[in-house]
């Protein structure tokens, strides 16, 4: 949050001047502090220098496409939140968005009250947090055979071995850890994770991002349930 306002800070960034200006606007309304780029360089530096709470980014940028510069700013080790704004709605797009640390897509036009709405869904989760009602507890540690989650810490171990994980694969993580056992939808997991619905496909993507790296540790923990959801227990 900035100092002086203490509004959450958010970068606009898009080279079309009429919708920068008009998400700038409404954001302002709805009691953000806002600045803004047209171009992808000069918004990679703002990013650096001004420390946003949230960006909403536009894929299509002349000189640096949206995705590559979220690519670079996850590669630099900053988790700030992003919504990408485009006029690309295609599945793949999507998935290809969220996978590269993204947080929402909204595709153009676009309401502006959704997109307030959809700000303030992605700020409430938090680079380091769960959804609002998932919100973690203070020192809290979750154990399932041999996995633990330190949610303070921000670590993963699976039987002393550090797993190292995304802000978006802790969460799901996490999650599903407290409810062992349990067979959780697609919906579900969009909902409590995501804070928000968008492609199935992005669950199955993070699933088997979470499963690359526990897995060589160990038996398989997530299970798939067909045409209901995914479960994390031990293996029978």
Not at 88 to 103: E, N
Not at 127 to 135: S, V
Not at 193 to 198: K, N, S
Request: hydrophobic content about 40%.
């Amino acid at each position: 949050m900035t100092e002086q306002t203490n509004r959450p800070r958010v970068l606009v960034v898009d080279d079309e001047r009429n919708i920068r200006d008009l998400v700038a606007v409404a954001l302002r309304f709805h009691g953000f502090d806002v600045i803004s780029a047209a171009r992808g360089y000069e918004a990679l530096d703002l990013a650096g220098s001004s420390s946003p709470d949230l960006l909403v980014l536009d894929v299509m940028l002349p000189d640096l496409d949206g995705f590559e510069l979220c690519r670079r700013l996850r590669a630099r080790g900053d988790d700030v939140p992003v919504i990408f704004l485009t006029a690309r709605d295609t599945v793949a797009d999507t998935v290809h968005g969220l996978t590269l640390g993204g947080d929402d897509y909204v595709t153009k036009p676009f309401s502006v009250e959704a997109l307030v709405a959809r700000a303030r869904a992605v700020l409430r989760r938090g680079a380091r947090g769960g959804t609002e009602a998932e919100a973690p507890a203070e020192h809290a540690v979750l154990s399932v055979a041999g996995l633990e989650l330190d949610e303070a810490r921000w670590e993963v171990r699976r039987d002393g071995t550090p797993v190292d994980l995304s802000p978006t694969e802790f969460r799901l993580l996490a999650f599903l850890m407290r409810h062992p056992g349990q067979v959780l939808t697609k919906a579900q997991l969009l909902e409590h994770v995501w804070g928000f619905g968008t492609q199935s496909q992005v669950v199955e993507t993070y699933i088997s991002y979470l499963r690359r790296k526990l897995d060589p540790l160990g038996p398989p923990l997530i299970h798939t349930q067909r045409g209901v959801g995914y479960a994390l227990r031990p293996s029978s």
